[in-house]
């Protein structure tokens, strides 16, 4: 409002201002002739003055509102464009606007368009930056816990384990030798638990070795913890980074699980390539399980399935009761070309 009555003034004074002069530059009259034809000159009994004030006011008025209501609209159209600009982030070049306030409009949204583009790329890097610092963090904390256990727990009852085989062989048949005999295997299944979770907690780290030197390591170390015998035939194979590491953590989790449920005598690891497939298979002669009573869905295996899908592989299962059971995960080495099953677990 402040705005259209301002306006109206000024019109008022600028039509009026040109009003006198083209009185005073083509109708030759003295200053007094000028009074009496404005003051004397009546229509609609109003003197000429009146009227020529009136009509000019009249038309400041009119010509105020439209450019108020033009200006209105135009900064209608123009916050439109640019809550566009905000919230779709998009700006369409209207015909509305000059081409000035379109390659104007159109040079903001570029540098906000870049501008977005900067920050979600330094928010995404540093998210990953974030998760990598969480995830040495979690490794440093599994290396730590492991060797706690490793030193204290695993010690003790290695210990504990000793002395009760020692308690027993010279322990005469009676009704504490029994007992002592439950004892001695719940110890030596604690220490099996123990060790399959130090296995867990190790991380899936190569260290800039192969999978098969990586996985040479890990058995030879379990070698000289458990009493069962382990075989192994791994071969090179030219992986990823990130599949060597997923099928590295695969093997532990199957190991673990070996170690905590099957109660085997023999385990056997083959890595293998076969056909444009990465092969790795793990087999035990335990006690194995059914297929339909719950323990194929249990965690460990889980895990393997969902890391053997990540990878783009497939993950096959065959447990028989009294007899073992075999972990297989296939994996395309190259796309296109088909797998040769022979000797291998299918199904």
Known sequence: MRVFISRTILLTLTFSSLV????????????????????????????????????????????????TSSTRTKELF???????????????????????????????????????????????????????????????????LARELHDSVSQQLFAASMLLSAIV???????????????????????????????????????NQSLAKGLEELLNELKEKVTFDIKHRLEEIE??????????????????????????????????????????????????FKQDDGKGGSYGLQNVKERAIEIGGSCKIVSVPAQGTIVEVQLPIERGVNADDSGIVSG
């Open 78 to 144: 123009i916050k439109q464009k640019l809550e566009n600009l905000y919230s779709k982030q998009e700006f369409i070049p209207s015909k509305k606007m000059n081409k000035q306030m379109n390659h104007s409009i159109e040079q903001l949204y570029e540098v906000l368009h870049a501008q977005r583009n900067s920050l979600r790329r330094m928010t995404d890097e540093r998210s990953e930056a974030q998760d990598k610092v969480i995830q040495e963090r979690i490794v440093q904390e599994r290396q730590r």
């Open 169 to 207: 062989e010279q322990a005469d048949e009676g009704p504490i030798r029994k007992p002592l005999l439950q004892v001695e295997k719940m110890v030596q299944q604690a220490q099996l638990e123990m060790r399959a979770l130090l296995l867990h907690l190790r991380p899936a780290a190569l260290h």
């Open 239 to 288: 992986l990823s980074k990130g599949a060597e590491d997923h099928l590295f953590r695969i093997a532990q989790e199957t190991l673990s699980n070996t170690l905590r449920h099957a109660k085997a005598t023999e385990v056997e690891m083959l890595l293998i390539e076969r056909g444009g497939l990465a092969i790795l298979r793990v087999q035990d002669n335990g006690v194995g």
């Open 20 to 67: 006198a002069v083209f009185f005073y530059l083509f109708i030759d009259m003295t200053l007094e002739g000028y009074g009496k034809m404005l003051m004397e000159t009546e229509a609609a009994e109003m003197p000429l003055a009146a009227w020529l004030v009136l009509t000019i006011f009249v038309i400041s008025l009119i010509i105020a509102g439209w450019m």
